[in-house]
């Protein structure tokens, strides 16, 4: 995250230190995590029943996940997406830019930065969605 950071240890608990001032360092529950992503004042992880929990602030609405099952979980400044198991991208948080509007379709991996987030298609093309102010 911006000024904090969150890691999954082997026991499938989660640990967080750094700043703290949105609650973005103290885990919703600390057991059954398999991956983890921290935005700026959020962080969001991926439990092994493939849901997703995030914590932390919650101004951008970026604490609310839309339902599904998931693999995998990005976090980007104040917004985050997930990869569900049949290859769509679910995002959340702040909309501004298009960040919480992925394209349709199918993806193998997913990555985000602050302003926008990108995917690898299963055919191997990228594709970005977000901020472009450097293109």
């Known amino acids: 995250g911006a ?3 969150c890691g999954v240890r082997t ?3 989660v640990a967080c230190w750094g700043e703290n001032d ?3 360092a103290t885990p919703a529950g600390t057991n059954n995590f398999q991956d983890i992503a921290a935005g700026s004042s959020h962080t969001c992880g991926l439990r092994s029943t ?11 609405s970026q604490l609310a996940v839309p339902a599904g099952s998931y693999i995998d979980v990005v976090a980007g ?3 985050a997406c997930g990869l569900r198991a049949d290859g769509t ?14 394209p349709a379709g199918a993806f193998a991996e997913l990555t985000a930065q602050a302003n926008f987030a990108c995917g690898l298609r299963i055919g191997g093309n990228a594709e970005c ?6 293109g």
């Open 3 to 5: 000024r904090h950071v």
């Open 129 to 134: 969605w977000g901020a472009d102010a450097q």
């Open 50 to 60: 493939g849901a997703i929990t995030c914590w932390g602030r919650s101004a951008e």
């Open 22 to 24: 949105q609650g973005q």
């Open 11 to 13: 026991d499938s608990s």
């Open 77 to 79: 400044s104040a917004f």
């Open 89 to 102: 991208v679910g995002c959340w948080g702040d909309a501004t830019g298009g960040k919480t509007i992925p």
